[in-house]
């Protein structure tokens, strides 16, 4: 990867999009836990969200809620489409789904709208940066 830059929103950009790879990708593997592949999901929605705060000067906390990252956003102007505000259903994804629980497993279908999600989290990002 060439950007490195952690105040270039391309480069939070290019890391959104490798996670979404990630999500997407495993999806064809075997032995890849469904919640593995719904926390990459979730990362590249957050990652996202925060390369658009980055491209319009706004700060961000450390935090894994995208709400709160979409609050921040809005603050400051920017509409959020309701394609995108669906999407804070991730977050669930970003911590109890990455270690052994007893927690309901996730389901083919919610890794499917995990991945629809995110996916149409980077492509709004993708389009108000550029």
Request: hydrophobic residues 40%; charged residues 30%.
């Amino acid at each position: 990867m060439k950007h490195k830059d952690p105040t270039d929103p391309h480069t939070w950009l290019l890391r959104a999009k490798a996670n979404l790879t990630l999500a997407e990708k495993g999806g064809r593997l075997k032995g890849v836990a469904y919640e593995d592949l719904c926390f990459n999901a979730q990362q590249a929605a957050e990652k996202a969200i925060k390369a658009v705060c980055l491209a319009r000067d706004l700060d961000f906390p450390k935090t894994h809620s995208l709400v709160h990252l979409m609050d921040i956003l809005e603050s400051d102007g920017v509409e959020i489409p309701k394609n995108v505000s669906d999407a804070d259903i991730l977050t669930q994804y970003a911590v109890q789904s990455r270690y052994p629980s007893i927690v309901e497993d996730v389901t083919k279908e919610e890794y499917r709208q995990a991945l629809k999600l995110a996916a149409q989290v980077v492509f709004w990002a993708e389009t108000v940066i550029e």
